[in-house]
């Protein structure tokens, strides 16, 4: 009998903190494909450069991947 007990609290807790996890996201503002952007040049990503900023700044960028060799 505890066990079932347990097992009903551990699920409405499952279930509100999800409802209230998803009701949170939903307000934040953010759009969809937001994550999906390359914002900067890490892991390869901003290779074509990096929008949003000037010309000098995306020079910038790209002269610290070439290499002093």
């Known amino acids: 009998m505890k066990s079932g007990i347990w097992f009903l609290v ?3 807790m499952w279930g509100l ?3 209230g ?3 949170i996201s939903a307000r934040t503002g953010t759009e969809p494909g937001y994550f999906d952007a390359v914002e ?3 892991y390869g990503g901003g290779s ?3 929008k949003g900023i000037s010309a000098e700044m995306n020079d910038y960028y790209k002269s610290l991947l ?4």
Do not use: P, Q, W
Request: glycine share 22%; net charge negative.
């Open 40 to 42: 900067a040049a890490g």
């Open 66 to 69: 070439k290499t002093d060799e």
């Open 10 to 12: 551990a699920t409405l």
């Open 17 to 19: 903190g999800f409802m």
């Open 21 to 23: 996890g998803y009701a």
């Open 48 to 50: 074509e450069g990096v």
